[in-house]
């Protein structure tokens, strides 16, 4: 069906099967996508202050679960320090690794929603479709970083603080699951302005998710891997980059420094 | 009007013979009625040939291509990478499609039983209840009265514990 | 002489045969109504109330969390599954082999399998989030012009489920179409209309027997490879993942096999309690408890065999994350259901090498409960053991499953045994054609001890 084009936005023209079979069968119609958005982590710098995860929770309108509900393990997080410590304190060694979703090129997850409620998109983004989403919860069990999470139970917000829900973000019900995005809101509306701007391609740096905006000590650095003269492909050449589990051959876009200790 | 003569036995070996005789007598069609399946029935009246293999074949064949068909045309309507696998991949689909060919076999299988054997039956034909518990029937059916008559003389001869005339009723 | 001692020939007749199954169904005494009613009852309350609880709540009335995401609802999925296993293909093997002691019990087995499978789709509707749009999981054409993802193992799941559930019931039905005819003959009132409609007019003639041999022949063939395929693909769902101790290539077999022995058990229950219940002493005879028995026993060594397997190959490869997840099923937080699952189902049915045990009813029926009891908590742990120990520690968890889980649980072995209930009323739950078939083989194979069971002279088929 094609929308009724106004004014100033030009209309894309409805693209029948074979268009689309030849697009499909035209070589590298997986490796070329529109933007690879990156993220890159600088374990060094992270101290673990959890200021990303609040930035999340107020942008994306997660839930606050309560304490029983946490407590029986049902929080909703979408990023997290894991910690690891070794010794006893004052000689204790501690470890701060902020896991959220990875976004992984070869995700285990999408192959088994059985309705594509998660899927890889032409940016290189692994996304959750809430509308879809039935629930089975197996891409959860598939997630080898255990980064997705569901909802148990519909969530209210007690007055006044369903004010601060952010307007681009949906609420999502009960029995959908959910995860990190890389604030696609934050990306589409980046896209937009470029758009407007006359069709040029997002900036280095125009947009950055709420982590990485309120990361205090700029430990993580965003942004498209496509573009090599951007700061995350500048990262990505550091020795101390890694990918976690990265054995498992899932191709994560969430490359990592390793801390350098001694 | 059609009418039947149904001789009941008590022995299907005997029943078998009757048939076989009135088959050489030149009637028609002797069905030999009986509550278990009879070992000797195809010596007695002739092999029969059974169409329901063909439909199981071609029922499988038409779901072989049906379970592919939907998968792979369904994935390639809206393209939906996941996982980094190919849009078509032959390990997923295979499976689909042995799953569709049996489905459609077994579907193919059961129309092929109910064409064959002519079930279900819309016309009342000639039965003896005792025949679905201890007794063995042989019933053959006639437009003439006489030649029924002769039917049931022969069936008498071979030794029918009992032999019924049936009128059979017309919708 | 093992054929002839299946059944009392003494003084079975094929009008007692007729006539006790007729009667079977035709009677019904209070305690069936009781019964049955405490049946329906409890599927109401254990059930259908907690189910609408958690519909209105949402997954939080069962006890999930981060990471245990699946729980009793899966684990009770693939149990149920599991235990379809037993009649339909049992009874397609056995046919294609010829065994004759398959015949008295075979209908019953065969329905466990139906009503084991909606049972099981149903608790798929328990188990998803959003069971309201179930629906999506199938291919039909929509406005939102979407497919399901057939890449997925759960739709191969979908798939395959529905192909056994029309296998099944088509298989059943077949068989059972000129026991519907015996049965009409015998009826009156509404039973003789609803017998009339479901026998199809059978007769019983020589071509009606010829084609129905085959169509029953040329399902059994396709059922039994279905059937093999239908729990190997269950089994994908988990091994497909790329979880340390879900990710094994031996899991189709696994399934498979615990799906046999699960199903085999529940026949052995289903028997017993058919035997006890329904006056069928003559039919179901030890001989028939005496080969259930050593089948399962046969399956329980090939249970304990794979189950060594896993734990041999995990330790063996050295990888981290495996053998944490298998130190953790033998002695972590389920430490003791695990034990529990190795006693019930490996060491106990080794009493089976007994003859004197497997032909005495009442131990069987509680070897074979105990065995089912095992293969949940089989389920269970692998579900439970596996989510819980990931790759992250950061991210391991535990679960305990909560009372509305618990109760679905019970309320769906109460659903079982009420669409159990109702078949027994409907179909001749012992095949009478069958039973018949048997006594005339037994007749022919010994002359001198055939009193006439076909109610006349003697006979010999026409060899």
Known sequence: MTPTPSEDKPVEPERSLREKWREYRKPGYYEELDYAWTMTIDLDRCMGCEACMVACKAENNLPIVGEQAFARGREMQWIRIERYWEGQYPDIKLRFIPVMCQQCEAAPCETVCPVTATYHNQDGLNVQVYNRCIGTRSCAVYCPYEVRYFNYNDHHWDQPLEQQLNPDVTVREKGVMEKCTFCIQRIRLAKDHAKDDGRRRVRDGEMVPACVQACPAEAMVFGDRKDAASRVSASLKDARAYRVLDELNTRPSVIYLKKVTG | ?171 | MERAANMNERDLSYADVNRDIVRSLVETGPKYYITLGCAVGLTVVCFLFPWFYQLQLGIAAAGMNHPQVWGTYEAGFIFWIGLSHSGTLLSCVLHITRSSWRKAMYRSAEAMTLFSLVVAVIMVMVHVGRPWFIHWAFPYPNQMELWPNFRSPLLFDVTAIATYLTGSSVFIYMGSIPDFAAVRDRTTGWRHHMYTLLSLGWRGTDTEWHRLGWAYTLLAVLIIPLAVSVHSIVSWDWASSIVPALHQTIFAPYFVVGAIYSGTAGIVTVMFLLRKYMGFERYITEVHFDNLGKLLLALSLIWTYINVLELFTGWYSGDSPEIEALKYKLFGYYAPLYWEMILFCAFAPLLLISKRFRVSFVPMLILSIAINIGMYTERFLIVGTSLSRKYLPDAWGVYVPSLVELSILVGTIALFSTLFLLFVKIFPSVSIYEVKETLAEAAAEVPERDTGAAGGDRWQPAR
């Open chain 2, 1 to 171: 009007m059609a009418t039947s003569a149904i001789g009941l036995f008590v022995d299907p070996h005997g029943a078998l013979a009757a048939a076989a005789k009135l088959k050489g007598a030149g009637f028609a069609a002797p069905a030999v009625i009986s509550p278990i399946p009879l070992e000797g029935a195809e010596a007695a009246l002739g092999e029969k040939k059974s169409i329901i293999k063909r439909f199981t074949f071609f029922g499988a064949i038409l779901g072989g291509a049906s379970g592919f068909t939907l998968a792979a045309g369904t994935a390639v309507l809206y393209l939906h990478p996941t996982g980094g696998r190919p849009i078509i991949p032959f390990p997923p689909f295979l499976i689909i499609t042995y799953e569709m060919t049996i489905l459609f076999g077994i579907l193919a299988t059961v129309i092929g039983f109910l064409i064959s054997s002519r079930l279900p039956a819309i016309r009342d034909r000639a039965y003896a209840p005792e025949a679905a518990v201890d007794r063995f029937a042989v019933a053959v059916t006639c437009d003439d009265d006489e030649r029924v008559a002769q039917a049931a003389a022969l069936l008498r001869e071979a030794g029918a514990a009992e032999v019924r005339n049936v009128q059979e009723q017309r919708p």
